[in-house]
């Protein structure tokens, strides 16, 4: 706690200090000249019309309209400096250059586009769409689920350990422990034997786990560090949007992601909200590359180190399995929200059913219709929601939309021994993604995200079942526990107005 407030109050008054002084300017100028009240208030009005004009998704983004109709010279600087993106900075520049070098290499091989389209041209449409996207689709040569960190750990360790060449990783948290330190000392071990390790963490995301100068420290000890996106007290759209990702690639051949973090509540080494159920995904093959080039991407928007991708490609000797995988990203910086679309997707071509575990479910109208929909066309939908909270006003959030779900035909299960941290759908008993991307506004439209897409392969199987168990051990909400009284219904109506900012 001393760690994370002495980070944070410097942050905070430097960012009120710039409010303060961006306002006095306003409304000095507005004292001076009674008409720029008028003009201000006629801007608001064309900013909000702009806003519905132009948004992808209204639900979001109304936030912004409530809060420029209702103070406008407050609610248009907020929303220039937090919700235009029309400050530019280096860390942005960066990340739309690599955006756009790491699609140069992203090439699909037709012939196994036109082998899903021969078995499922429904289905292969989302393969079609993701290739599109910058993100190849691969014939499996490895696809292991781990249903919890204590499972999937000792294998990450035990993959490191046969690294030759490097260790890129990249998470939202690092906090040392039992988990972290186990991995650290791989490391260091590593980076001895002369593999290149390098490691990247967000730095709100660690704000309270390790200090802020831990990449100088892991830097003596021959480790490549960085902390993405370095908190500041200087206002930029840059700093609302953070690296929750989950990747680590070790030579090009393995790849991790799932729900985990790096600090030992994910293994269950400490109990902070009951059993901590979460994913691990391991990942052999072609689709490595995928996860290669997202971590690629964010590591030389800020450090720019490499020219050429391609290099730290791996020779992909593994045998081919049944099914396809796709490894793939979301990025506030692109025109696609494509971890939203994956999701939509498997929704609406789902005919048997579609099962779903979320830490949070904060979502917008169309999301609603898509669930609700699907059930009323017979899907047997499901979702698995924390039992025991992280965080009780996003609980509570959470929580104000199961009467909706309910009453449309959806099944909401809230996991009964503890806190349900894992990002999983499975639909039809043919196709799943695991990932690292939350249903709510954060991990759908302002963070860079992650997930893989898996389709007839063995694996979609132990997801089922692995889902099926959770929702087991869950309690399915009633319509009755569902309803709040009147003031407790507005009152979860206007916190949800605020969302995009949870």
């Known amino acids: 706690m001393k760690r994370m407030i002495g980070r944070i109050i410097p942050i905070a008054l430097g960012l009120l200090v710039e409010y303060a002084l961006i306002s006095g300017i306003v409304n000095h100028f507005m004292e001076q000249a009674a008409w720029l009240e008028g003009i201000l208030r006629l801007l608001g009005a064309a900013v909000v019309l702009s806003i519905i004009r132009n948004s992808k998704h209204l639900s979001s983004d109304m936030m912004w309209v409530l809060l420029i109709m209702l103070f406008p010279v407050p609610g248009i600087l907020l929303f220039l400096i937090f919700g235009a993106d029309l400050l530019s900075s280096k860390t942005t520049r960066g990340i739309y250059t690599e955006q756009e070098k790491a699609r140069k290499y992203a090439e699909q091989d037709e012939a196994v586009l ?10 292969a449409s989302q393969y079609s769409y993701l290739a599109k996207q910058g993100f190849p689709v ?5 696809y292991d689920y781990y249903g919890s960190g204590e499972e999937g750990w000792p294998v990450m360790l035990e993959e490191m350990k046969k690294a030759k060449k490097y260790i890129f990783l990249e998470y939202f ?3 040392e422990g039992k988990m972290w330190n186990g991995m650290l000392d791989i490391l260091k071990e590593k ?5 290149e390790c390098r490691v990247m963490y967000d730095d709100l995301g660690s704000l309270g786990t390790v200090p802020a100068s831990y990449a100088k420290k892991l830097e003596s000890y021959g480790i490549k560090a960085m902390t993405f996106n370095k908190l500041s007290p200087f206002l930029s759209i840059v700093m609302n949007h953070r690296d929750h990702r989950k990747i680590m690639v070790i030579d090009g051949k393995v790849g991790f992601t799932g729900g985990v973090n790096l600090a030992d509540e994910y293994i269950n080494a400490i109990v902070k909200h009951g059993y901590w159920k979460d994913t691990v995904v391991r990942v052999k093959g072609k689709a490595v590359d995928n996860l290669l080039r997202l971590f690629l991407t964010n590591w030389n928007a800020l450090r720019h180190e490499d020219d050429d991708y391609t290099k ?12 396809y995988v796709c490894a793939y990203g979301e990025s506030p910086f692109s025109e696609e929200r494509v971890a939203q679309n994956v999701y939509m997707n498997m929704i609406n071509q789902a005919t048997q059913y ?6 949070y479910l904060i979502i917008d109208s169309d999301f609603i219709n898509a669930l609700i929909l699907a ?9 698995v929601t924390p039992g025991v909270p992280d965080k009780k006003m996003v609980w509570g959030v959470t929580r104000s939309y199961y009467e909706n779900l309910i009453k449309g035909g959806v099944h909401v299960h809230e996991y009964t021994p503890g806190f349900d941290h894992a990002k999983v759908f499975v639909s039809d008993d043919v196709c799943a993604t695991v990932g690292t991307v939350n249903l709510d506004y954060r991990s759908l439209y302002l963070h860079f995200e992650n997930g893989t897409l898996i389709y007839e392969a063995d694996a979609v199987k132990h997801i089922a079942e692995d889902t099926a168990a959770v929702i087991a051990q869950s309690h399915e909400m009633t319509l009755e526990e569902s309803r709040t009284s009147i003031l407790k219904g507005l009152f979860w109506n206007v916190v949800r107005v605020f969302a995009p900012l949870m």
């Open 173 to 175: 948290i690092i906090e």
């Open 375 to 383: 059930a009323k066309r017979g899907v047997d939908v499901r979702i």
């Open 312 to 323: 730290f490609y791996g020779e992909h000797e593994e045998p081919v399995q049944s099914g």
């Open 191 to 195: 980076a001895k034997e002369g593999v």
């Open 354 to 359: 579609v099962h779903i575990m979320t830490p």
């Open 114 to 123: 036109q082998e899903i389209r021969d078995k499922d041209p429904v289905h």
């Open 138 to 142: 691969s014939r499996n040569q490895g």
